[in-house]
């Protein structure tokens, strides 16, 4: 099966979670780093451990690999208070976002159907 690989989903690590959540968001405004950290801890807390030095560091690697295979950019935006960098979205950033969010509808209507056959519906 394509999408069965040492006995997990391709995709069901976190980082292909946190990837495409960050894509999301950034095709729908500009964000800061840790407001996208802040916003993953709230709306899945049991994605990954959200909070915490540790994985804000796991975080914005995640945020520099995107940046450097050219799918997010960022600029340093400064005001009151500290320097914060702030994220957004490329072109090719959106193209992938898409192909994810693809992949993640495939799965669902896989599992869909998985859940059907296993609790004695027609599939």
């Known amino acids: ?13 976190p980082n292909f979670w946190i990837t495409t959540f960050v894509l ?9 780093g840790y407001e996208l950290f802040e916003m993953l801890a709230e709306h899945f807390p049991n994605l990954c451990p959200c909070r915490g030095p540790s994985w ?9 690999e ?13 005001g ?6 702030t994220y957004s ?3 090719k950033g959106k193209v992938l976002k898409d192909q994810l969010v693809d992949q993640m509808k495939d799965l669902r209507n896989q599992i869909d ?3 059907q056959l296993v ?3 027609e599939v």
Not at 56 to 64: F, K
């Open 80 to 85: 009151e208070g500290p320097a914060k960098r």
């Open 113 to 115: 159907r998985f859940l």
């Open 24 to 32: 999301c968001v950034l095709s729908k405004k500009e964000a800061h």
């Open 89 to 91: 979205l490329t072109p």
């Open 66 to 78: 995107l940046e450097l295979q050219g799918l997010i950019t960022s600029r340093w935006e400064t």
């Open 1 to 13: 099966m394509r999408s069965f690989q040492h006995g997990r989903f391709k995709g069901a690590g």
């Open 56 to 64: 804000m560091g796991a975080g914005y690697r995640i945020l520099r």
């Open 119 to 121: 609790e004695g519906e």
